[in-house]
């Protein structure tokens, strides 16, 4: 019998009223095997950067007793502090997160840095900012590499790396068993007429999938089965292809809410059972 593919939730589908245990055990009710950190552009996410060696080994010793995972990170705080910017302060502060996140993941035990895919996001864009996202690239990669920590590109929500044909100009130029692709299946459904074809384009170098529904011009928050992503036609494919990575389910809790951990874990787990059925039971 085939194993099944590991399955894991986005942190911040569980509201931010819990604390990491109780965000681990709602994720394990659900049925998760681990949990997708995350370290965006806000100050308070950030500054898990600045974590104590105290802080780190006590989540790491939480995990261990719980026997559960935290296996990637989505470092979306680039999106505030790009490597394309043309302000050298914010490209030095671009640096600088890279280099802690790196030590984060090696102190949480994590494998996989989901990178995102974009030169700049509130500057114009041009072929400078394109070249300074690319020498940060090199960079991260190198840095990476010495921490035996997998880089990966997100599939985004804007054009610059809508999709995998454009993220392969940076997976091949820089050639780095340390940088690979991490597609979001929403975001390449809105970029691109034919997702199954960017999927198999990139398929060698595809090392976590992420899970999420879209519908045109709308990226984020859209309830599994109420978007346009061909989540069947899109999975039959990828079991076809017998990929055994992880799989994440991408989605946002509503944290105006009020809700107890209990209710937390049902609304996780039910989009887990209807994704389950679109992919044949693969997890």
Known sequence: MMKKNPIGIYEKAIPNCFDWADKIRIAKAAGFDFIEISVDESDERLARLKWSKE???????????????????????????????????????????????????????????????????YEPADAETKALFKEGLKQAVREAAAANIMLSIEIMDTEFIGTISRCMEYIEEIASPWLKIYPDLGNLSRWTDDPLAELQLGWPYIVAIHLKDTQPGVFKCVPFGQGTVDFTGLLEKIKEWQYSGPFLIEMWADNEQEISAEEAAIQIKAAKEWLSQKAGGMF
């Open 55 to 121: 802080s780190r080994q006590f989540l790491r010793n939480l995990l261990v007793k719980e026997e559960f995972e935290i296996r990637s990170m989505c470092l979306s705080a680039h999106r505030r502090f790009p490597y394309g910017s043309k302000n050298e302060k914010i490209r030095q502060k671009a640096y600088q997160i890279m280099t802690e996140a790196i030590e984060l993941a090696k102190d949480l035990g994590i494998r996989n840095i989901q990178l995102a895919g974009y030169d700049v996001y």
